[in-house]
Structure formats: C-alpha cells, structure tokens
C-alpha cells in the first residue's frame, strides 16, 4: 500500500483533526468559552438539533430489515445496553468518584448515530444491524440509561430516575421522533436525500462546538477542584476507557464469531455494541456533576481503535473469511451480500 498524501489524510481524517483541535483550544482556551457554554438553552439546544440532524438520516427500511438476523441483532444490544457498563462498573472503583461516575455515565448513554454504521459499512460489516442497535439504544435510552445510572452510580452520586428520564426523552427522543415523521413527507424525503452531506456536516458542527464546551467547563471544574486535576489519574481514564471500548469491541468479534454468524454480522455486532454516542453523555454527565473527560476521551478512543480494528482487523481477517464464504456459496447462483457491499462510500 502507498504513502497517502498530506491532502488525503485531512480529507480522510479531517474529523478527528477538529476534534483534537476542539479539545486543545477548550482545554488551553480562555474562561470565556466555558461561560458560552452556560448561556440558558444552548447545551440542550445543541443535544437536541444535532439530534434531530441525525434522525433525518435513519432509515427505517434498513432498520427493518436487521430483523432477519436476530441473533445478531440481540448480541450487539446486549453488549452495548449490558455489557459495556458492567465493564466500566469493575474498573470504576479504581479512579476518584468523579472520574469513575463519569466513566459509568460514558458507558450507560446508547450507540453513536452515525458513526457507528459509517465504521460498520467501512469495515464491510452489515449496517442494517449498526442501524437497529442505534435506533433501540436512542430510542430506549430515557429509560436504560436512569436505570443504568441508579444501579450503577446511584450510591455515590443523588440521582433522580424520574428527572433523568423527563430529561433524556425530551433531549434524545423527541428529536429523533420529530425528525423520523418529517422524513414520511416525500418534499422532506427528497430535501434530506440531496443534502445528505451539508446534513453531516452540520451535525459533527454540533459536535465539535459540544466537545469544545465540554473541554472548557472540564477544565472550568478542575480550576474549583470539583474534579481530578492528576495527570496521572487523566492517563489512568485514558486507559481505561479504551480498555472498556476494546474489550466489548473484540468481545462482540469473538463471541459472534463463537455463535458462527457470518464475518459481516461480526463486525457489525463488535462496532454498533462497543460504540457510545458522545452528545448524550456530555449533557448527562453535567447533569449529574460528574467528569466529562471520560467521556470525551471514550468518544476519542473508540474512532482511533474503530479505525484500526476496520483498515487492519477488518481488511486481513474479514477478507479471508468473507473468501472462505464466497467460496462456499458458489454455484448457488446469489450474487454473496459481502460482494453487494464493496465500494460503498464512506460517510464523513
């Protein structure tokens, strides 16, 4: 494989270069960025219209059609809803209070919207399961995240399962309720079909202006010692965030593997069930008084370790097993599903 140039690598990455910028200028940026953040309305605005933004590019046909692989389907759900926080409960302990709340918040909010599906379909994975997991998890996540929460964090942190929930189903599932009924009107329908990437673009604008806010007030509550200021106990976060993130992106790999599913459901089930959606989890997060940096550093870790599970796991192990199965299902005259799948484009 060739050197790709300096132009290609910030078109392909140019994301994760905003995101470190976001962090570096929230977090060695003026005050001033913190005391935006706390305009009335803004931060929940910005949850819910990115949100919203999103919603549009849900397809429910695709969701749908993830029901004819239910064992797929329920693995990559309990994983994400189950396994994820019970992952994050047992290394929790280890960090301050602050940090291990804000870990446990990090693993209880559902799967990215985008994202997910956009490394699923990179990987050659099957995006109709991504999709499913994403549709639940949101849909679902005013009651399994307050659950999760008051299982999880309530002895160390006073939370409210009722306000939590009131919260997370104006934030999370009016918009994406809102968003999925204007796009049955065909004029909205077409509108969203053209502007598919001003839509994205918009959204990871969203984002980006959320994680610059979160950046600031972490550093906001470091400055007031409402949070750990170690470097180490950063570095210790770091880890552990990517530990959780890893163990329940392999551990889908493998246990799909263990239930003989096909490589395709494999790497859908490992990126949609290890995958946390880093809007919802900042809002909880300031909701509870708890660190956002893990958080951030989870939604951090997961695209850096999703890249390289998808462009080296996926691009060696995937292709021999995807060719094991090619060669199985000849002559049976079907053109193979991972086949319909090559050359699809990339999502930014």
């Not at 590019?57 to 695709?62: H, K, T």
Request: with cysteine; proline share 5%.
């Amino acid at each position: 494989m060739g050197q790709i140039s300096v132009k290609e690598f910030v078109l392909r990455h140019w994301f994760l270069l905003l995101l470190a910028i976001s962090l570096a200028v929230g977090f060695l940026g003026p005050s001033a960025i913190a005391d935006l953040g706390d305009l009335p309305g803004l931060r929940p605005s910005l949850v819910a219209g990115v949100l919203f933004l999103m919603g549009l590019g849900l397809g429910a046909p695709a969701v749908l059609e993830s029901i004819r692989y239910p064992a797929a389907g329920l693995l990559a759900l309990g994983i994400n809803i189950v396994g994820v926080p019970l992952l994050a409960a047992l290394v929790a302990p280890l960090l301050p209070i602050d940090l291990g709340g804000g870990l446990i918040v990090a693993a209880a909010v559902p799967c990215t919207l985008a994202s997910a599906s956009v490394w699923t379909r990179k990987g050659g994975g099957n995006d109709a399961i991504s999709m499913l997991v994403t549709v639940v998890t949101n849909l679902l996540c005013f009651l399994i995240a307050p659950l999760t929460l008051v299982l999880l964090l309530g002895r160390s942190v006073p939370l409210s399962f009722a306000d939590q929930a009131a919260k997370l189903a104006l934030l999370v599932v009016a918009p994406l309720v809102a968003a999925q009924v204007l796009r049955q009107l065909p004029a909205v329908a077409a509108w969203v079909s053209r502007s598919k990437m001003r839509i994205s673009i918009a959204a990871q604008a969203g984002i980006l202006l959320m994680v610059l806010f979160g950046a600031a007030e972490t550093v906001r509550r470091m400055g007031e010692g409402g949070t750990t200021t170690s470097t180490l106990w950063i570095v210790a976060v770091g880890a552990l965030v990517i530990g959780v993130h890893a163990s329940a992106l392999f551990g889908g790999w493998w246990a799909s593997g263990g239930l003989g599913l096909p490589a395709r459901d494999r790497m859908a089930v490992a990126i949609a069930g290890s995958q946390k959606t880093l809007m919802v989890g900042l809002q909880i997060a300031i909701d509870c008084g708890v660190s956002m940096l893990p958080m951030i550093l989870y939604h951090v870790g997961q695209l850096l370790v999703d890249t390289l599970f998808v462009e080296r796991w996926g691009t060696s192990e995937l292709e021999l097993v995807l060719g094991a199965e090619d060669r199985a299902s000849e002559g049976d005259g079907d053109p193979h599903p991972e086949q319909q799948m090559q050359g699809h484009p990339a999502e930014p």
